[in-house]
Structure formats: C-alpha cells, structure tokens
T-cell receptor, first 113, second 114 residues
Framework: DAKTTQPNSMESNEEEPVHLPCNHS???????IHWYRQLPSQGPEYVIH???SNVNNRMASLAIAEDRKSSTLILHRATLRDAAVYYC??????????????FGDGTTLTVKP | DGGITQSPKYLFRKEGQNVTLSCEQN?????MYWYRQDPGQGLRLIYY???????QKGDIAEGYSVSREKKESFPLTVTSAQKNPTAFYLC?????????????FGQGTRLTVV
C-alpha cells in the first residue's frame, strides 16, 4: 500500500480558503486519491477523489500534482462545520475493496471564528 | 433512508466477557468492513467481507471474530482474548462492480471494558 504523509494539524479562519496537503510519493500509477473527513465521535465521510485531473464537487476541490506524488484538498470557504480530521488515502483503480484502505492519522483541521 | 447502522452507540463490558457489536446496512452492498480507532489515531482494519459467508482477516484480527450470514449484517465479536478492547469501532460498506467507489461508514460504537 502507498504511504501518505499529512501534517498533524492545521488552523484556518472561518470564511477563508484552506489547503490541506498530502504527500503520496509511492503511489501506484493506477491508484486513485481519495479524501475522507471525520467529525468528532462520528464515522468518516467521503469528500472527493481523483486520478490525474483536478476535481471539484460541492464539498471541495482536489488538486493533483502532475507527477501524482502529492495532492491538495481545497476547502474554498471554511466553516466551523469543516473542523474535522481529514484523511488522504490512495486506493486501487479496480476497486472491490473501497473500505480496505489504510487510514493514517490524518490532519486535524481547526477552524477559528 | 439507506445507510449503515451500528448499535449500540456506547457499550460497557467487564473484562473477560465477550461482546458483540452490531452492523446492519440497507444499501445492498456486497462488501463490509470493521475498523478500530484508538484516541488520536487513524483507522485500522480488523476484518472485511466481500460476499456472504466469506470474510478475511485485516491487519489486527487477533482477539476478534466475525460472521457474514446475511448480506445486510456483519456483526463483530470482541472476545476475551483481545488484550486491549477499549476503543471506537467503525463499520463500513461499499458497493461492488464499480471502479473506485466510496466507502460508507456507520456512526461507530464506543466500547469501554472495565
């Protein structure tokens, strides 16, 4: 499994953009990059995923480096409800094991009012 | 609404007792998973099942057992052989046959052994 490196914690002010980085230098060429987030005392929830191109959805944007060794999750306007632990997870393309992935310690995002 | 239900949310047991955590899904997903999470740490895979009547050990299966008699249900038993069972337990499921599907998680069961 590809290893990931994320900062332990980050802070943001409310209504400002947040860029959460992830290094995955050993990622396979066919692994997608998934992001999940976990609010306190809850199960993780899916945020976004991508392979090579940048991706946008209603929750966030995902910017993937050209060499695919890193990616950045972008929250365009952080709210207090975005305070959570964010996990970056490489996942095989031919996916029958969506849950069978390694969740590292993630980045704890604190949003200040 | 479709989803994954874990029960109970909080569970207390005496040391040496077996305890079973429930996980039910009505999403028609073939694959189901159990994770353990300790404070301030990420998730670690205990067991997973890709189809009824079949399951595989994950990274930390010792002291745990599972069954998959029905597609909708994947209960986890924490046995007395598990040396440090106090933790937050999460169940997940995912659909088959699609490239790169997301996993859906339950809200977790917090087990405290005293």
């Amino acid at each position: 499994d590809a290893k990931t490196t994320q900062p332990n914690s980050m802070e943001s002010n409310e209504e400002e953009p947040v860029h959460l980085p992830c290094n995955h230098s050993t990622i396979s060429g066919t692994d997608y990059i998934h992001w999940y987030r976990q609010l306190p005392s809850q199960g993780p929830e899916y945020v976004i995923h991508g392979l090579t191109s940048n991706v946008n959805n209603r929750m966030a944007s995902l910017a993937i480096a050209e060499d695919r060794k890193s990616s950045t999750l972008i929250l365009h306007r952080a709210t207090l409800r975005d305070a959570a632990v964010y996990y970056c997870i490489p996942r095989p393309t031919l996916n029958t094991n969506a849950g069978k992935s390694t969740f590292g310690d993630g980045t704890t995002l604190t949003v200040k009012p | 609404d479709g989803g994954i239900t874990q029960s109970p949310k909080y569970l207390f047991r005496k040391e040496g007792q077996n305890v079973t955590l429930s996980c039910e899904q009505n999403l028609n997903h073939d694959a189901m998973y159990w994770y353990r999470q300790d404070p301030g740490q990420g998730l670690r895979l205990i067991y997973y099942s890709q189809i009824v009547n079949d399951f595989q050990k994950g990274d930390i299966a010792e002291g745990y057992s599972v069954s998959r008699e029905k597609k909708e249900s994947f209960p986890l038993t924490v046995t007395s052989a598990q040396k440090n069972p106090t933790a937050f337990y999460l169940c997940a499921s995912s659909p088959p046959g699609k490239v790169n599907t997301e996993a859906f998680f339950g809200q977790g069961t917090r087990l405290t052994v005293v």
